[in-house]
T-cell receptor, first 113, second 112 residues
Framework: DAGITQSPRHKVTETGTPVTLRCHQT?????MYWYRQDPGHGLRLIHY???????DKGEVSDGYSVSRSKTEDFLLTLESATSSQTSVYFC????????????FGPGTRLLVL | GENVEQHPSTLSVQEGDSAVIKCTYS??????FPWYKQELGKRPQLIID?????GEKKDQRIAVTLNKTAKHFSLHITETQPEDSAVYFC???????????FGKGTTLSVSS
């Protein structure tokens, strides 16, 4: 499981409230990613990080921000949650000999009412 | 932008038959092609991957082929078993630290 945990695993929130999801890894991987998974869309990249305080946007970054103040933690924040952000969120890390292989955390199921 | 097309979206086979899933990609700079299996309610799990300097790779009942000229790659599962039933995703990527672009998935059902 590449030492990845996500919290919370499930969350129900209301439209307009802020939400922060946490990804924690124990193996000092440099690269970390946040994806969302929706039916009919596969997995889409929200943001990624290539080191402490180094982040960049992915394909579907609008409405999301991230922070990485420590190597082991990558936080995803929905500043003001909307119903369109109801989804399953997966964190991933890059590992392997050449570093392209991505391994996923267990996921967070978010429902915005 | 970069795109990965995956077909078919659903595939039903009898136990023991073979299953083939095909993907095409648009970014000619892609050089890494993983396949993931996702069971209901679980995380995607890497099952096999191939890099652009290799045309074919095999691991027991699973094989992947790559045609860089045509920009397509395929997953082959032989002697399918009910436990192969899952959603399979292909993806294309470049070097470490860049995004994987995923196909939309294929739901494979293996009936006994």
């Amino acid at each position: 499981d590449a030492g990845i945990t996500q919290s919370p695993r499930h969350k129900v929130t209301e439209t307009g409230t802020p939400v922060t999801l946490r990804c924690h890894q124990t193996e000092n991987h440099r690269y970390m990613y946040w994806y969302r998974q929706d039916p009919g869309h596969g997995l889409r990249l929200i943001h990624y990080s290539y080191g402490v305080k180094d982040t960049d946007k992915g394909e579907v970054s609008d409405g999301y921000s991230v922070s990485r103040s420590k190597t082991e933690d990558f936080l995803l924040t929905l500043e003001s949650a909307t119903s369109s952000q109801t989804s399953v969120y997966f964190c991933a890390i890059s590992a392997g000999g050449t570093g392209e292989t991505q391994y996923f955390g267990p996921g967070t199921r978010l429902l915005v009412l | 932008g970069e795109n990965v097309e995956q077909h078919p979206s659903t595939l039903s086979v009898q136990e023991g038959d073979s299953a083939v899933i095909k993907c095409t990609y648009s970014d000619s700079a892609s050089n890494y092609f993983p396949w993931y299996k996702q069971e209901l309610g679980k995380r995607p799990q890497l099952i096999i991957d191939i890099r652009s300097n290799v045309g074919e790779k095999k691991d027991q009942r699973i094989a992947v082929t790559l045609n860089k000229t045509a920009k397509h790659f395929s997953l082959h599962i032989t002697e399918t078993q009910p436990e192969d039933s899952a959603v399979y995703f292909c993806a294309a990527g470049r070097q470490a630290g860049t995004a994987l672009i995923f196909g939309k998935g294929t739901t494979l059902s293996v009936s006994s």
